[in-house]
């Protein structure tokens, strides 16, 4: 990569980093620092804005560089995650977005324990909250890891290393002075610039085949080295009945997982009633939807224009597919074009992970704050601000997602995703239905279902290929791999639904009949919302 790459790039990050650190000034000089401001923005947010906000947050290294990546090495298999993840907002507009806008005020737990006991069903679910965002943490920083890496030419880990800390740094400051509203503010800027950048790399790669979709997935399935297998299912999860287990995982993790992500709910609190909620992920789906059919467009681009020996060549999960492909349709390496065209989207992918990381961050702190503190907390200690504790707890995480990062940073962004979506779907999804629409769920029910989603989950992963056993595995050099799908889904997705009824139907208390209607009424109503 020649140093004039390298200059124009870094100046982007540098610009784009200026603006949202001078957002974030601003918005921590403007607030009055109640629960409600930090949280939640002061739910003053218009549809259109939290749409926007939404769809930043949604829109992730996983999407931008990782999907493009599977699908410039994979072909067919990587147009599952594109549909996968697109699919997944049709269960959020039906189910929970404006029942949980309704039942809650920051947190899932908020929701849950509107109808239980609040303690053990606020440490379930926190716990569960914040173990979901530390994976989807990891996977933001091996993409900023990788890009920077790229970016700078250098193949060595440090640059690597102090990049995912860097990033890790800028998440702590933006969410400890800014809380939602800046967070908020920086995800539109970067739905803005990521959407742009998307729709200008498509229109290129239109024009390079003269707008024959046809022509660009035959020279594709040419230089991918695969020939027809290249369109056709199997090349990733075909090979055998394994492989094929693994595809059926993966795709109920991503179709379910979203529904529980705690970044993804907690944009339901920042607008001032259900209405507007719905509203907003219908504006978020719309620009979710066109996102994701360009990543189709990017990722059979880069296999046709850059080749997919390149691509793995630069980095063996893909994840530099599309930047690779920005310097190609700009010109090449040496020209003027490639050069900044490169930068650009370097930068843009660059925004996109530290606005997706800023989200993730405020609501693994909240979770900690709103209900794991407030829970833990003695009850004759003198009680700290909920905002005080988000902010010191935001700083942990960091260092979490900084150590985590540093160890999976060789792993496909958008395969790590997929790990977060899959125990989302097994510990939230299960509980946070049952709580809406099971009349006789109980408190031991609850605290079952998400315990009983997240452990087998972990545990699968943690003796999945993933971490040991296979060449690609975090721990080449050693094998003790029992499970033999990569995404636990497919097991554990069940299992968190099984042990939520079976806590209900062994539990000694009743269920709240009073409870339950007051929730039901609120949920369809919004009478009573907050």
């Known amino acids: 990569m020649t140093g004039d790459h390298q200059t124009l790039a870094l100046l982007l990050f540098s610009v784009f980093v200026a603006v949202t650190l001078a957002i974030t000034t601003w918005v921590s000089r403007n607030r009055h620092g109640s629960a409600e401001e930090f949280y939640a923005g002061g739910r003053l947010f218009s549809p259109m804005e939290n749409g926007f906000a939404i769809a930043g947050d949604y829109m992730s290294a996983a999407s931008f560089l990782g999907i493009s990546g599977l699908i410039a090495l994979f072909g067919y298999d990587g147009l599952l995650y594109s549909v996968g ?280 702190s909240a979770s900690v704050a709103h209900d794991l503190y407030a829970s833990l907390r003695r009850p004759h200690a003198k009680p700290r601000s909920e905002v005080a504790v988000a902010r010191v707890a935001a700083a942990g995480i960091g260092v979490v997602a900084i150590a985590l990062g540093l160890l999976a940073r060789d792993l496909n962004v958008a395969f790590l995703v997929g790990l977060a979506f899959a125990v989302a779907a097994s510990a939230n999804l299960p509980v946070l239905l049952y709580s809406l629409f099971w009349r006789n769920f109980t408190t031991r029910g609850a605290v079952w279902a998400v315990y009983g989603g997240l452990v087998p989950a972990l545990i699968l992963v943690v003796l999945s290929p993933v971490v040991s056993g296979s060449e690609t595995s975090l721990f080449p050099g050693v094998d003790f791999q029992f499970f033999p799908l990569e995404n636990p889904g497919l097991v554990s997705i069940p299992l968190g639904f099984l042990a939520g009824w079976l806590g209900t139907v062994t539990s000694p208390e009743p269920p709240d009949e009073a409870k339950h209607a007051e929730t039901e009424v609120r949920a369809l109503t919004g009478a009573g919302a907050v």
């Open 85 to 364: 993840f697109l699919v997944a907002w049709l269960v959020v507009l039906l189910l929970v977005a404006e029942l949980v806008r309704n039942c809650g005020r920051f947190t899932l737990a908020d929701v849950i324990a509107a109808r239980m006991r609040e303690r053990p069903v606020r440490i379930a679910a926190g716990t569960s909250s914040v173990t979901v965002s530390a994976l989807y943490l990891v996977a933001q920083m091996v993409g900023a890891g990788s890009l920077v890496e790229l970016l700078l030419g250098s193949t060595g880990g440090a640059v690597q290393a102090w990049t995912v800390v860097g990033v890790g740094g800028l998440m702590v400051i933006y969410v400890s002075l800014g809380g939602m509203r800046a967070t908020t503010w920086i995800q539109i800027v970067k739905a803005v610039l990521l959407m742009g950048g998307a729709i200008a790399l498509t229109v290129l790669v239109l024009v390079r085949f003269h707008g024959d979709f046809d022509q660009l997935l035959r020279t594709a399935a040419q230089r991918s080295g695969h020939g027809a297998a290249f369109l056709a299912p199997g090349l990733k999860y075909g090979g055998d009945w394994t492989a094929r287990l693994d595809f059926i995982s993966l795709g109920l993790a991503l179709v379910l997982g979203t529904a529980g992500l705690p970044h993804i709910l907690s944009r339901f609190y920042t607008v001032p009633t259900a209405r507007a909620a719905r509203r907003s992920v219908i504006w978020s789906i719309g620009l979710i939807g066109s996102f994701y059919l360009m990543t189709i467009v990017l990722g059979f681009g880069a296999a046709a224009i850059v080749g997919s020996d390149a691509v793995r060549g630069s980095n063996a999960a893909g994840n530099t597919a599309v930047p690779l492909l920005a310097l190609d349709l700009g010109g090449g390496p040496d020209s003027t074009g490639g050069t900044v065209l490169f930068a650009v989207v370097a930068a843009v992918a660059f925004a996109t992970i530290l606005a997706v990381v800023a989200g993730i961050t405020l609501a693994s």
